[in-house]
């Protein structure tokens, strides 16, 4: 596919949910190309529908007025070409490193030596040898995190949504997974959208940072980063963009208190 070729395009997204005798609308009038191999993070205040709109994407919420499209095809609910990996992990305790990998290809009723070889293939891509039959309790918070991006890879979904992924990391932790997801993505050359709420995350791993508003979320401003990578966390540039894009997130809670 062309790197210039628009992969997902979400068109005057809206979704409302009914509260009591009301309707609370948590995003609206919400339009974003997305092109093949880009690495969007979107971030935004509390509340500001970030998780909503990766849920919509991955088919688990139903928007409630405009459409997206993923190659073309308007999305209508969940499918395989569309990997999510989540903020606690989501990994099954009583199933191994290799078997969580492999839950989707096994829903998919694919061959078991099939699966073996694909499995392989992303246990060494993200760094998991020696950790094949290790269950869920004997892993660290970032080797868990490994898992479940390997698990959301195995089923070559033409996206990757993750949802805070590192959240949950302690800093150091963090860090180091921001550098494994990068090699992850310049290897696999996936399209990905990453909600996170670290302005210094954002900075550093993506093409484009979406500021969202407060709720109802809309795009507030679009930053382009175009340096390359790996990118100086204390170089000039770095905190000259990390500064505009707070006070954009600034201006926002002035403006909605």
């Not at 990997?83 to 199933?95: A, I, N």
Request: aromatic share 8%; charged share 30%; with cysteine.
């Amino acid at each position: 596919m062309d790197g210039n070729e628009v992969v997902l395009s979400i068109r005057d997204l809206h979704k409302s949910f009914k509260k009591d005798d009301s309707e609370l609308v948590a995003i609206e009038d919400f339009s974003l190309d997305i092109k093949d191999g880009e690495f969007v993070c979107v971030l935004g205040p509390s509340g500001c529908g970030k998780t909503t709109l990766l849920r919509i994407i991955a088919g688990l919420e139903k928007l409630t007025g405009g459409k997206i499209l993923l190659n073309n095809k308007e999305i209508t609910g969940p499918g395989s070409d569309r990997g999510m990996v989540f903020q606690e992990f989501g990994l099954f305790p009583w199933r191994t490193v290799r078997k969580n990998i492999e839950f989707g290809l096994e829903i998919r009723k694919m061959p078991k030596e099939e699966r073996r070889k694909i499995s392989d293939k992303y246990i060494e891509l993200v760094g998991l040898e020696g950790f094949e039959t290790s269950h869920p309790y004997e892993l660290s918070g970032g080797m868990k995190q490994r898992v479940g991006i390997a698990r959301a890879l195995a089923n070559d979904p033409a996206i990757l949504l993750m949802d805070e992924p590192f959240g949950a990391l302690d800093a150091q932790t963090r860090n180091l997974m921001q550098k494994e997801l990068l090699r992850i993505w310049s290897e696999t050359k996936k399209t990905v959208v990453f909600i996170t709420h670290s302005v210094d995350e954002a900075v550093y791993v993506a093409d484009r940072v979406v500021v969202m508003s407060a709720r109802p979320g809309k795009i507030r401003y679009i930053f382009n980063v175009e340096w390359e990578r790996p990118r100086d966390r204390a170089s000039v540039e770095f905190a000259s963009l990390r500064k505009k894009i707070l006070a954009e997130l600034e201006k926002e809670a002035v403006t909605n208190r």
